[in-house]
């Protein structure tokens, strides 16, 4: 069943009249391959192309009495064809149209979620830019580490996404393939130029050997792509789940009018929104590892990957759908709080700029491990008491023999510690690659 949320385009790839739709395509094309070296009279060809679409509901009422799917396809498709019928999926096996069928939906649904994550990086991009210079405290192991700004932040989700789109590109060519080569795989029965002429119909490359079957790693590399892409889905909802803490509060999702947050607290605000796609990110894991365990089946081929294909490759590509036009939403609509970002970067009194006082004393002659103790105990003390770590360091004799107060009022410049971050944040936006090859 599509559930209610699915975009129609999406929903309409995987709806049962467009898989038998599909199952046609192949045979017309393979029926057309065959009048074409003259193995099926073409009249026959004309016949079955003319069928046009098959009825999905006289499909299912056939396969209650055949128990065999593409059985119950192709009397459906007799029917309407005629005495031509004789011609109709002949010398093919089932996995012929079904995997080739499967292989051009799975490009089609590629292609959706392709055109989603161009829109969530158009989106992501969009409040980079405008969030380039606004600072916030980075966070490390959830405790103050140094300061950022919240564009640097969202840079790294759009350079993230580039990479989920580079590895769905690559999964959606791995797994446009198709095969036309009978059923242990040997094209006892049609020559492999049939296959060729069918997978260029159809705009899908000849598999370069298969068993009864196209081999199962393709898909588990696509389903690893879509589960890598819900994974970092994840990551950025996390993000703004902890971001949206009360105690922190320095973004929160959109919240619209007449929406409600609890049944029992009129109060709430949640980031719902961030919080299913925490949760459906784990489905299309899931799945992932249901498609792995697909690669290895008996001999050359036996159908315990059939059933759960059924399920997992939809679900996956519907969910994902779902996700990424969900989470396009809520960047667009996230309220982002400056200010409290700002009161954040501040509460700790200072302390996030430890690193570069430690420097500076370094730089002045002062070793490492005694600057490493000198500006420790000012920030341990400003922890403990609640005083300001630069006031502190300014009154401590030690470190002031060596820091001028122009020198220690530098290692406080906010705008020197975050010089090269707008530089960053514009490189990435700007679409050049990135200095690691291999990301």
Partial sequence: MIPRYTHPEMGCIWAEQRKYDTWLRVEVAAARAMAEIGLVPEEAARDIAACGSVDAERVDEIEQTTKHDVIAFTTAVAEQVGPSARWLHFGLTSSDVLDTALALQMREACGVILDDVAALIAAVGDRAREH????????????????????????????????????????????????????????????????????????????????????????????????????????????????????????????????????????????????????????????????????ALWHERDISHSSVERVIIPDSFIALDHMLRRFTRIVANLVVHPERMRENLERSRGVVFSGTVLLALAQRGVSREQAYLWVQRAAMQSHDEGLDFKELLAADAEVMAVLSRDGLEQAFDLDRQLRHVGPVVDRVLSGTPELDAAS
């Avoid at 036309?180 to 899908?204: D, Q, R």
């Fill in 132 to 295: 380039r210079d606004t600072p916030m405290v980075g966070r490390t192991h959830g405790v103050h580490a140094e300061p950022m700004t919240f564009g640097l932040k969202l840079a790294l989700w759009h350079a993230e996404l580039e990479r989920d789109r580079h590895r769905i590109e690559l999964a959606r060519k791995t797994v446009s393939v198709g095969k036309i080569s009978g059923a242990v795989g040997t094209y006892a029965h049609l020559e492999p130029e049939i296959e060729k002429w069918v997978c260029s119909e159809l705009g899908l490359s000849p598999v370069r050997v298969a068993s009864q079957v196209v081999q199962r790693d393709r898909h588990a590399e696509l389903l690893a792509a879509l589960a890598v892409t819900g994974a970092s889905l994840e990551k950025f909802a996390l993000e703004v789940r902890g971001l949206q803490k009360t105690e922190i509060g320095e973004v929160e999702e959109g919240f619209a009018k007449g929406q409600k947050g609890s049944s029992a607290m009129p109060h709430k605000r949640n980031p719902i929104g961030c919080e299913q796609l925490t949760g459906l990110a784990r489905l299309l894991r899931a799945n992932a590892m249901a498609a792995f365990e697909n690669v």
